[in-house]
């Protein structure tokens, strides 16, 4: 007996895979999600490499515990996420090749790269706060320090939100839905990133003191937080926007997979970066402080000896504001040393308005601070 008129038979599998890639641009979804893989292994390898080369540096040496342990939970959360985005690429496009209604569906590993280590999360959260920690020592000021504290943790507290609501969704498109919390969250880190960078350019210009050494440490700082900064600034602008204007697409995804290399970079960046800024093109004594005439070895009027007991006489053009101002980026600061000749001439030169000023004096030790933290 045949069939009745009118009834519907049973979609095959392969009329299901061709009805959902008949709607599913896969160039601004999986496409995109794609790309950002290798672009985030290379990152990746940056990162190793800056990792690498900070442990065989004299710096790490002489920094603190903490600071050595940091760098390492940065590389091992940096190492997981790498794992987490290429598995889910492997589960979407290698697993289940030719399956389209895996597609569909949300893996785990995408909502746990968000609460674990993607932007925002743990690894911008440390970055940010090392940052603000940095803005505080700059300027001492605990209301713009404080403010871009409440940005900084307000960041990390609505991505907590966004990552946990992502996990209670089966489906892909259930995180569309959260979009906005998901606009917020990147709002918020847009401004604490910006606040960031903008104090630190600010306290930065603040200390010029129009001594060419001192003010050429000055501009490479204020580059490398203009080329640090501005990068994952941009990038995060960028996340921001791709989430509110093209919710159904993965662009937002892909700029996730590449944010936290950003900021693990900037951070190490920041700590190698140390010895080279205060190097540059001077030459350096044994110490790494800049060669200059020692403090020590001067009399005010000409008449002190140096080695053999010869005078020591500065050259055409070089007053003791100079050699103070050079000497103050030795590797812990020579003006601090109380009681000995180095304090006495310091204090000397703070005190003559023309030659020198005490704020001067403060803000070169503020620039110090930057360097060889």
């Known amino acids: 007996m045949s069939?009745?008129?009118?009834?519907?038979?049973?979609?095959?599998?392969?009329?299901?895979?061709?009805?959902?890639?008949?709607?599913?641009?896969?160039?601004?979804?999986?496409?995109?999600?794609?790309?950002?893989?290798?672009?985030?292994?290379?990152?990746?390898?940056?990162?190793?490499?800056?990792?690498?080369?900070?442990?065989?540096?004299?710096?790490?040496?002489?920094?603190?515990?903490?600071?050595?342990?940091?760098?390492?939970?940065?590389?091992?959360?940096?190492s997981g996420h790498q794992a987490l985005i290429i598995y889910s690429l492997y589960y979407y496009l290698i697993a289940h090749y030719a399956y389209a209604p895996a597609l569909l569906y949300n893996v785990r590993t995408l909502s746990a790269e968000v609460l674990l280590t993607a932007s925002?999360?743990?690894?911008?959260?440390?970055?940010?706060?090392?940052?603000?920690?940095?803005?505080?020592?700059?300027?001492?000021?605990?209301?713009?320090?404080?403010?871009?504290?409440?940005?900084?943790?307000?960041?990390?507290?609505?991505?907590?939100?966004?990552a946990?609501?992502?996990?209670?969704?089966?489906?892909?498109?259930g995180i569309f839905k959260l979009e906005a919390i998901g606009?917020?969250?990147?709002?918020?880190?847009t401004v604490a990133d910006i606040g960031i960078a903008g104090s630190v350019l600010w306290y930065l210009g603040k200390s010029r003191t129009g001594f060419r050494r001192s003010d050429d440490i000055i501009t490479r700082l204020m580059l490398l937080t203009i080329s640090t900064g501005a990068l994952t600034t941009i990038f995060v602008l960028a996340d921001l926007v791709a989430f509110v204007a093209a919710p159904?697409?993965?662009?937002?995804?892909?700029?996730?997979?590449?944010?936290?290399?950003?900021?693990?970079?900037t951070f190490l960046t920041t700590l190698n970066i140390r010895g080279t800024l205060r190097q540059g093109n001077v030459p350096t004594s044994s110490t790494g402080a800049f060669n200059?005439?020692?403090?020590?070895?001067?009399?005010?009027?000409?008449?002190?000896?140096?080695?053999?007991?010869?005078?020591?006489?500065?050259?055409?053009?070089?007053d003791m504001a100079r050699s103070v101002q050079v000497e103050v980026f030795s590797d812990k600061g020579l003006l601090m040393n109380t009681g000995s000749s180095d304090s006495k001439y310091s204090q000397e030169a703070s005190q003559d308005k023309g030659m020198y000023g005490k704020r001067a004096l403060g803000q070169l030790r503020t620039t110090d601070t930057v360097v060889d933290d």
């Open 3 to 78: 069939s009745p008129a009118g009834t519907c038979t049973q979609p095959t599998a392969a009329d299901i895979n061709q009805l959902i890639l008949s709607q599913l641009d896969l160039g601004s979804t999986f496409g995109v999600a794609y790309l950002a893989v290798p672009i985030s292994a290379i990152l990746y390898g940056v990162t190793v490499t800056q990792t690498f080369y900070y442990y065989r540096s004299s710096k790490a040496s002489s920094d603190p515990w903490y600071m050595k342990l940091l760098v390492a939970i940065l590389l091992v959360l940096d």
């Open 120 to 162: 925002p999360g743990p690894i911008t959260f440390i970055v940010e706060s090392f940052l603000t920690v940095r803005v505080w020592r700059l300027g001492r000021n605990i209301y713009l320090s404080g403010t871009i504290g409440v940005f900084v943790v307000a960041h990390l507290i609505l991505n907590l939100i966004f």
């Open 164 to 173: 946990a609501k992502a996990f209670e969704f089966t489906e892909l498109t």
């Open 183 to 189: 606009a917020a969250c990147l709002a918020v880190a």
């Open 248 to 265: 159904k697409t993965l662009w937002s995804i892909a700029f996730n997979f590449l944010l936290p290399k950003l900021y693990i970079n």
């Open 292 to 318: 200059s005439v020692p403090l020590r070895a001067l009399e005010r009027h000409g008449g002190g000896t140096h080695g053999g007991g010869h005078p020591i006489e500065l050259p055409r053009g070089v």
